[in-house]
């Protein structure tokens, strides 16, 4: 069964294998706490789980950033990908990086699991951060990443908003509802 955990020392051997995966097939749009995850899983991964409950709980974050939760994406115990939740917006996230971002291991690509992981981390967003919707942002060039958070805009409810220019780079940003358009019908 695929869900969305908090990270648990339980799924570290599936993490590890990930990890060389990563560090094999790096990619110019690997997320911040893909990196962050590989420099723990290099030098102290037991350190990991202390430094995911502090950037959740707020302790030791760099000034200027949110808390954020980390959570994995696991199928029947498997690690699958990460998603990065930001509890609030700040300027900067506004214009890239924005609520929820997210990776998927290189060979479980192409296969579904973004967007349906993405539907996941919309509960959460619902569920415990109580937010009706959430700003996704995406570099234009992230044909892979576009589709998706389009394809979940599409179904859930939403719009895209016009790119923010950041470094240079555009980004396409939408927000999503977290309860899908569907369910808000049936519950009328
Ligand atoms: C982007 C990424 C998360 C997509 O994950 P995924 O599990 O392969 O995506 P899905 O299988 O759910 O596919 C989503 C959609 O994108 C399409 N797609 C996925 N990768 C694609 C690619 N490289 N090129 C073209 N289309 C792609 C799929 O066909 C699907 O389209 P559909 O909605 O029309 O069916 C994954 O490639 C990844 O981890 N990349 C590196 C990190 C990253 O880019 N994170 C996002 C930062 S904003």
Redesign the pocket.
């Known amino acids: 069964m695929l869900k969305l955990v908090l990270p648990s020392p339980q799924y570290t051997e599936s993490v590890k294998a990930a990890v060389e995966e990563y560090k094999a097939h790096p990619?110019?749009?690997?997320?911040h706490a893909?990196r962050k995850l590989i420099e723990f899983a290099d030098s102290n991964f037991e350190g990991y789980f202390e430094y995911v409950e502090n950037q959740r709980t707020g302790i030791n974050l760099i000034p200027g950033h949110v808390p954020s939760t980390s959570l994995w994406l696991v199928d029947d115990g498997n690690y699958i990908?990460s998603f990065d939740i930001r509890h609030k917006l700040t300027p900067q996230l506004e214009k890239s990086g924005a609520h929820i971002?997210?990776?998927?291991?290189?060979s479980?690509?192409?296969?579904?699991?973004?967007?349906?992981?993405?539907k996941l981390a919309l509960s959460y967003v619902r569920e415990v951060l109580k937010l009706e919707r959430a700003l996704?942002?995406?570099?234009e060039e992230?044909?892979?990443?576009?589709?998706?958070?389009?394809?979940v805009m599409r179904e859930y409810g939403g719009e895209e908003i016009e790119p923010a220019v950041t470094d240079g780079h555009k980004e396409c940003r939408v927000w999503i509802e977290t309860v899908p358009d569907k369910k808000k019908s049936a519950c009328i």
């Open positions: 990619s110019p749009f690997d997320i893909i990908g971002g997210y990776q998927i291991i290189p479980r690509r192409r296969k579904g699991f973004v967007k349906a992981g993405l996704l942002t995406c570099e992230n044909i892979g990443s576009y589709l998706a958070m389009t394809s």
